[in-house]
């Protein structure tokens, strides 16, 4: 049924265009090994290019598989396999074969983007080209995630298929769902990506990838993103649930300038007032997530460029770090033209560095300011305290509830009443809330998928020590007696704060409670 004729042919005819028939039946993987691919359909005959012309059996097949007459012309191995790789990754970008340059995705079409590679994934993966329509999906799955500014992507499987979820503004929402025949390949992609082993599919895993987003080829010149991945492999009764997190430097939530952070003006005079100390500890307490290590870092960045600066110091500050882990490399942070200049230390166990031989060997360096990820024990309590009173800033940070807890849970951790009193200056309680979307006004877009907010914004609650504080902490008085006695010195409560962002038309009822409601009666 199929001719096969070797005959010598011009070189303009060898340049035709693959046939998509040819790209949707032979795999890119066969046209690689035996050097084969077509050079167009005349309506006739498939032309076919081959590099070896020893196996005439290899075009006859081609030719059987394509239920065509084939034609074919010899050409160069290198000629062969480069024009092998633009046909199908042309192929794989979609029905615009020409343009080569081009696998850009503008934001609006994302969506259409996606739902047309998870199309063409099913019915490829139940045929011989495998592989290229997953690596796709997870291009276009990441780059959807990075639009809409993602922090997370679950890969979660459920029964017979897996939701894609996104977590904006801490809040997850499912975006799609994918056949279960195509996150198994998904799945492999990203384990891949990571460098984690592909066949161990019963063990948690964990990688780090890097990946360029939303461009072609060359894709870092085309406007594409370059971004960091953590990735963690959990094994799950419907298979392996994929946690991907974004760390994209241009969207870091952990690198605000300190206006960014949402404090009201007064909040903030008196918080950075305590924070420009030359000693005693600064806290800054919540649940995870609740946006403490970020208020931190831009502790830092204020304080270094305001020391910088000029101004009335003109002076530079020996900042360090001991952190578990380091999110975010603070030396690339930049608050206005002032880079910031400090010492990042990791916690490593296996290395022996944990918070309290970091801090012990960051007090030998000539520290101005300390950020103590959290205290955690108290041996990381007691050397912290030290340290506040021996000409050190020390900034930390404490899961409690708040402000006024945070007194007893370094109590509890063996600080003696008295200790805490005259070293701590101030607690900083905080949450972050969800805002009401500007545009849609809350009511649900497509830009908010539907949730009606956008973007998130801190609820602080300060607590200075101020002398009469002081004394009753130093009488080991209770959460409850030091909070109110707070309230009285013109404390608001993140409760009472939450509620001015409502009244305020910042964000809702709804939301306030979700996040301020919640701690409380744990507390
Ligand atoms: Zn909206």
Known sequence: MSTIEAKPVPVGLVRGEASPHFLRTIS?????????????????????????????????????????????????????????????????????????EAEVVVDAEIGDDLDRALREAESDLLSTHGKAPAVRLVDLILFEALLKGASDVHLQPVRGRTLVRYRLDGVLHTARELPGTVAASVASRVKIMARLDVAEQRAPQDGRATVTIGGGRGAEQNGGRRIDLRVSVLPST?????????????????LKSFAALGMSPDIERRYLAQANRSSGIVLSTGPTGSGKTTTL???????????????????????????????????????????????????????????????RHILRQDPDVIMVGEIR????????????????????????????????????LSVEPFLVASSLSAVLAQRLVRTIHRECAGKGCETCLGS???????????????????????????????????????MVSLRAAGEDLIG????????????????????
């Open 28 to 100: 890119h993987e066969f046209a690689r090994r035996h050097l084969i691919l077509s050079a167009g359909w005349n309506g006739e005959s498939e032309s076919l290019r081959i590099a070896d012309r020893t196996k005439p059996w290899i075009p006859h097949n081609v030719g059987v598989a394509l239920a065509r007459p084939v034609t074919t012309q010899i050409g160069s191995a290198e000629d062969i396999a480069a024009a092998i790789d633009v046909a199908y990754a042309n192929r794989d970008t979609g029905d615009d074969p020409v343009s080569g």
């Open 238 to 254: 419907y298979g392996e649930r994929i946690v991907l997190r974004l760390l994209d430097p241009a969207r870091s939530p952990h």
């Open 297 to 359: 870092y831009a502790t830092l960045a204020w304080l270094s460029a305001s020391y910088a600066g000029g101004g009335s110091h003109g002076c530079e500050l020996n900042m360090m770090t001991i952190e578990d882990p380091v999110e975010y490399d603070l030396a690339g942070f930049s608050e206005g033209t002032h880079r910031l200049s400090i010492s990042q230390t990791q916690v490593d166990p296996k290395k022996n560095v944990t918070f309290v031989a970091g801090l």
């Open 377 to 412: 024990d108290q041996e990381t309590a007691r050397i912290a305290v030290q340290a506040s009173l021996t000409g050190h800033l020390v900034l930390s940070t404490l899961h409690t509830s708040d402000a006024a807890s945070a007194i007893a849970r370094l109590i509890d």
């Open 452 to 490: 009606g907010y956008k973007g998130r914004t801190g609820v602080f609650e300060l607590l200075i020590l101020d002398s009469a504080l002081r004394e009753l902490v130093g009488s080991r008085a209770s959460a409850v007696q030091i909070k109110e006695k707070a309230q009285q010195s013109g």
């Open 504 to 523: 305020r038309g910042f964000t809702t009822t709804e939301e306030v409670n979700r996040v301020v409601e919640a701690v409380e009666e744990q507390a």
